[in-house]
């Protein structure tokens, strides 16, 4: 019964994501335009997420918290660990807020075209929702146990929203700013 558990939750956040898809589609009768300011954020956001990536392995790497506990006082010890805990939680929100900004536009350019691509779409779903329960229990983890008890964790949800980040390039790159307007809201 216990190894049933994460399959049903797995597939109720699942649910809960197309729930919210198609409440978002009912609402906006026609999907909003992508604006040339929205892509080129979104652009952005892209080029820089492996700068990001490669600096929060970085910053929660045991060799820095190896190197403060063999050399420093316990109160510097705890306040390297309160800063870093406190800079893993600041990412991390930021990373979530990032690949839901993704997803929303990713749908908004989806709903665009002309040549559907079913099992890309409900994968590409699966995964955010893979995201976004593994970085909301990464959130967790951190805060309860510190950011350097999640580094194997942290890493599984780099890895997913890395996913998001190629599947979202691929988007824009297919897109070639046919979908997209000038103007901050069209």
């Known amino acids: 019964m216990t190894s049933l558990l994460p399959i049903l939750l797995l597939g109720f956040l699942i649910l809960i994501f197309c729930v919210r898809i198609i409440r978002r589609s009912v609402r906006n009768d026609e999907l909003r335009a992508v604006t040339t300011d929205e892509y080129f954020r979104a652009a952005e956001a892209l080029d820089s997420w492996m700068t990001e990536s490669q600096a929060i392995t970085r910053i929660l790497s045991s060799a820095d918290l190896e190197f403060i506990k063999a050399s420093a006082s316990p109160e510097i010890q705890r306040i390297f660990e309160r800063e870093r805990k406190k800079l893993a939680l600041k990412w991390l929100r930021h990373v979530q807020k990032q690949i839901a900004s993704l997803m929303d536009l990713h749908l908004r350019l989806a709903g665009g075209t002309f040549d559907p691509a079913p099992r890309v779409e409900l994968e590409l779903g699966v995964k955010y929702a893979a995201f976004r329960l593994v970085s909301n229990m990464v959130l967790s983890?951190?805060?309860?146990?510190?950011?350097?008890?999640?580094?194997?964790?942290?890493?599984?949800?780099?890895?997913?929203?890395?996913?998001?980040?190629?599947?979202?390039?691929?988007?824009?790159?297919?897109?070639?700013?046919v979908d997209v307007y000038p103007g901050q809201d069209h």
Request: with cysteine; proline share 3%.
């Open 141 to 177: 983890m951190i805060w309860l146990r510190g950011p350097f008890k999640a580094t194997r964790i942290m890493g599984y949800t780099v890895r997913k929203a890395g996913y998001i980040c190629d599947v979202f390039k691929i988007r824009l790159e297919a897109a070639k700013r």
